[in-house]
């Protein structure tokens, strides 16, 4: 796959900051100076979601994805260039969008039937190729803070996963571990601290120790009751490695407090966009399906991040027409792939492509209704109906995926029937040989009446 590396910039409103709970989003990403203007925090990310395995066009954006990207990139703060390239890492890159967002039946990549078992190494591995949170950038704190901050400033403008900043990264989760026992920190700093421990092991891939440290720090702030929006985000990323985390259960209790307990955090849109990121690997092994979307949905939905609910349902939206990109080419393939024709299983995974592929219909139509209630400018309202029309090229392309299914079920019991008869055939030629029972039976008496006469003859010696 093409990885073509962007760098964003992600629009943060100044505010006061050092008063903010600890736990909190503003209390790492808002700067901390005294001026109160805007922050840009620079974020390597990929232009693929992970997961999808289809390269739809030759690495470059189609007109549809660009302005899609631009739409979301202006609706973030950004303009010209910026716009698009910010908004098209959002949305998960130009390479997946381009074959989402332009509609088509041809067959794209020829699939085979494999068994999607969960690989947490493969996981690990893709995740190198999704966005996640920035270092912080507020440097205000205790002693601890300050000095791990100071050595987090040595990272560049690469990756994160680069080796470089993967070393700096590490030396700065040494640094707390070994000053942490002799620093003397209230509450606050303590979750301040365990926090931002978490987020590193976050962004070191060791998700085990991210949530174990988040817990920690969730913990601490019920006890104060204080907010815990930004732990409750890396627990929530964090759970959706294990394999066979209740996704719905983690959305509900994590994911959900973490937006709409902090709702004018500037970072939302970003937030959603880790998340599914994840929720959209974990549809490679079946854990995840269209629920899991739908429930973001309700999420984006909520009357106290309406600020936001365009940009967040664009971003759910487009993950919603690359899943149904990828169920349909499934279907178009293996119905057609003569080689595994024959067998059953083919059958049986296209029908649960269309299942799935209905299922997305339904919440690609669900988010067109959520869009038509919010109060939107003459763009908005297009990209709207750009969707809608999408959506009923999609539609329409059910009866075209109902008729190969039907013909490849056909073709299989035509096969079937055709294997029955020809042995039946084979059977009329060569007949079973019949077990000689009357040659059991006859031998079988012979044994008895010698045991008999033996006995006696035995006693008369």
Not at 6 to 25: H, Q, R, S, W
Not at 258 to 287: G, T
Request: hydrophobic share 45%.
């Amino acid at each position: 796959m093409n990885i073509i590396k962007l760098t964003i910039l992600l629009l943060i409103i100044i505010n006061p900051v050092y008063g903010e709970e600890a736990g909190t989003f503003a209390n790492f990403y808002v700067e901390s100076n005294v001026f109160g203007w805007i922050s840009i925090v620079l974020i390597g990310v990929s232009t693929v979601i992970a997961g999808a395995a289809i390269l739809f066009s030759a690495g470059t954006a189609s007109p549809v994805a660009v302005g899609i990207g631009s739409y979301i990139g202006t609706l973030m703060g950004y303009s010209g260039v910026m716009a698009t390239t910010a908004g098209l890492a959002l949305l998960g890159g130009a390479t997946i969008i381009t074959g989402a967002l332009t509609f088509g039946t041809g067959i794209v990549v020829d699939y085979q039937i494999t068994q999607n078992s969960y690989d947490q190494a493969q996981f690990l591995k893709h995740s190198k190729e999704m966005l996640t949170l920035p270092i912080p950038v507020n440097k205000n704190g205790s002693n601890l803070y300050e000095n791990t901050l100071q050595i987090l400033e040595q990272t560049d403008k690469e990756s994160f996963y680069s080796s470089n900043n993967q070393q700096i990264i590490q030396e700065a989760i040494y640094y707390i571990d070994k000053k942490i026992w002799s620093s003397f920190l209230n509450d606050e700093e303590n979750i301040r601290i365990n926090t931002l421990q978490s987020l590193l092991y976050m962004l070191v891939n060791d998700y085990t120790k991210a949530k174990k440290l988040a817990n920690y720090a969730i913990k601490q702030a019920r006890r104060i009751k204080i907010k815990r929006t930004l732990p409750a985000f890396i627990y929530a990323i964090s759970s959706l490695y294990e394999q066979n985390v209740d996704i719905q259960k983690i959305t509900r209790d994590y994911f959900s407090y973490a937006i709409l307990a902090e709702a004018d955090n500037r970072l939302i849109p970003l937030l959603f966009a880790i998340y599914m990121d994840r929720i959209m690997y974990r549809f490679n092994d079946s854990l995840a399906n269209e629920s899991h979307l739908r429930q973001l949905v309700n999420i984006a939905d909520k009357k106290s991040i309406k600020t936001y609910a365009v940009a967040n349902l664009t971003l759910i939206i487009v993950r919603y027409f690359t899943r149904l990109k990828l169920e349909q080419q499934v279907i178009t393939s293996l119905s057609q792939n003569i080689i595994i024709k024959d067998n059953p299983e083919t059958l049986e995974n296209i029908k649960k492509s269309f299942m799935a592929y209905t299922e997305l219909l339904n919440g690609v139509f669900q988010i067109s209704q959520s869009f038509l209630s919010l109060e939107m400018n003459a763009e908005e309202k297009q990209k709207t109906e750009e969707f809608l029309y999408l959506y009923n090229k999609y539609n329409d392309d059910k009866n075209r995926l109902e008729n190969m299914i039907a013909e490849l079920e056909n073709y299989q019991i035509n096969a079937m029937q055709a294997n029955l008869k020809q042995s039946q055939t084979i059977s009329q030629f060569h007949p079973k040989k019949q077990a000689n029972y009357g040659l059991f039976i006859f031998v079988g008496i012979f044994i008895i009446l010698f045991c008999i006469i033996k006995a006696p003859l035995k006693r008369q010696l």
